[in-house]
């Protein structure tokens, strides 16, 4: 397997999302990163739907799963909410959510970012 990760304009995304995970048809985890001011920013979401993803390959739970999730809750979003889906207790990958975003927070302190910065520019998008 390989992994592919693009930087791309937030408007490429398939849906509102500032991070997108699938895998393709020869098994190569596929990774979309809106880009940002700050490239450690983008490193951070790499590293989260890197983890997630293969949490979630790990548990059985299939991306298309994740990705009819996640569309639903930004469809369902109501104004002002900046909520991730994969916080919500529904989300069939809510554990891997957790966990990525755990470590994406460790790994946010070693690089020095502001993890409320970040949030706001992701928010942002």
Not at 76 to 89: A, F, H, I, L, N
Request: glycine share 6%; charged share 30%; with cysteine.
């Amino acid at each position: 397997m390989n992994i592919h990760i693009k930087i791309i304009d937030h408007k490429s995304q398939r849906y509102n999302t500032c991070g997108d995970w699938w895998y393709d048809s020869n098994n190569d985890l596929q990774i979309r990163v809106s880009r940002m001011s700050d490239g450690r920013y983008e490193q951070l979401v790499a590293l989260h739907e890197q983890i997630e993803a293969e949490l979630c390959d790990e548990a059985g739970i299939d991306e298309d799963k994740v990705t009819e999730f996640d569309k639903q809750y930004e469809a369902d979003r109501r104004p002002g909410d900046v909520s991730e889906p994969g916080d919500s207790k529904s989300a069939p990958y809510y554990k891997q959510h957790q966990i990525a975003t755990a470590i994406e927070k460790l790994l946010a302190v070693e690089l020095g970012v502001n993890w409320q910065d970040y949030e706001r520019e992701v928010n942002g998008l």
